[in-house]
T-cell receptor, first 112, second 116 residues
């Protein structure tokens, strides 16, 4: 089955730690995205990538980093510089000429 | 910059009653518009999309939405609510002209509660 796999589903981070969220897709999509979801705020774009080895900042990129070394993978690192990382993180992918995005099941990150 | 406003963060409907979720957008050009549904602790699933074809768009699970350019609206409706419709619904817009991929701008979401 084609789709987007995010792992882990739940993640706990201690203060000052970096953590990496995994996102893998087998839809052969060129573009991939990371969104952050907080209650009552909808989804906000963190980073996006249209092709391998290229990515751009979204609206709330501070404290996050990404890489796009392979077409199917777009990991997100939440660094210690992100002061309020507790949130639900969603990865998505799409084709450039297809307008809809397909979403993974999300990773819930909690700072402990 | 594009923006999306969903009126009402929470909506309560009785089972069998009309579901109406409001979405207004701001865009300098006619955009592509989407409605997604999210069940607790899950990702988003596409309900329907408008991409400059028919203004009345039918989606999955009996939902439909009408694009009204004069009102910059894309309201979502379902004639008869079912208990399984309890979820959060997001309206989103993308710019069909900009080449910056298919970045979506989302509204704040509307949580639907269905009463038996």
């Amino acid at each position: 089955d084609g789709g987007i796999t995010q792992s882990p589903k739940y993640l706990f981070r201690k203060e000052g730690q970096n953590v990496t969220l995994s996102c893998e897709q087998n839809l052969n999509h060129d573009a991939m995205y990371w969104y952050r979801q907080d209650p009552g705020q909808g989804l906000r774009l963190i980073y996006y990538s249209q092709i391998v080895n290229d990515f751009q900042k979204g609206d709330i990129a501070e404290g996050y980093s990404v890489s796009r070394e392979k077409k199917e993978s777009f990991p997100l690192t939440v660094t210690s510089a992100q002061k309020n990382p507790t949130a639900f993180y969603l990865c998505a992918s799409s084709m450039p000429m297809n307008t809809e995005a397909f979403f993974g099941q999300g990773t819930r990150l909690t700072v402990v | 910059a594009q923006s999306v406003t969903q009126l009402g963060s929470h909506v309560s409907v009785s089972e069998g009653a009309l579901v109406l979720l409001r979405c207004n957008y701001s865009s300098s050009v006619p955009p592509y518009l989407f409605w997604y549904v999210q069940y607790p602790n899950q990702g988003l699933q596409l309900l329907l999309k408008y991409t400059s074809a028919a203004t009345l768009v039918k989606g999955i699970n009996g939902f439909e939405a009408e694009f009204k350019k004069s009102e910059t609206s894309f309201h979502l409706t379902k004639p008869s609510a079912h208990m399984s419709d309890a979820a959060e619904y997001f309206c989103a817009v993308s710019d069909p002209i900009k080449a910056a991929g298919n970045k979506l701008t989302f509204g704040g979401g509307t949580r639907v509660l269905v009463k038996p």
